[in-house]
């Protein structure tokens, strides 16, 4: 069984900086190889992805989000966050930690098998 808790989100003004972390809580038997990573959603639209990273440090970014955003990992900690600078406002929604047991999961939301409750993440003036 896999919980991930998501923390960090907030109001921040155009221009602007935030850092969400997610911490994965494991019970059982799981692999050691995994992708975590974070899509974003807003009312009435589908999730998207935002970023992501494997076990073994391979990184994507959407096209919006390359050049301000940076994803990183703690294998030991079970651990990912996303550092937000030179926030707009169409970064604004709900964002959601990921987690999936495999490599080259891609983009798609219907990839990964858990989902953290959210975070919600206002860029306004």
Known sequence: ??????????????????KLSCVASESGWTY??????WF????????TFVASIESGGRT???DSVKGRFTISGDNAQKMVTLQMNDLKADDSGVYYCVKDFNFRVGTNPANYEHWGQGTQVTVSS
């Open 32 to 37: 050691s190889r995994y992708t975590m990573g």
């Open 1 to 18: 069984q896999v919980q991930l808790t998501e923390s960090g989100g907030g109001l921040v003004q155009p221009g602007g900086s935030l």
């Open 40 to 47: 974003r959603q807003v009312p009435g639209k589908e999730r």
């Open 60 to 62: 994507r970014y959407a």
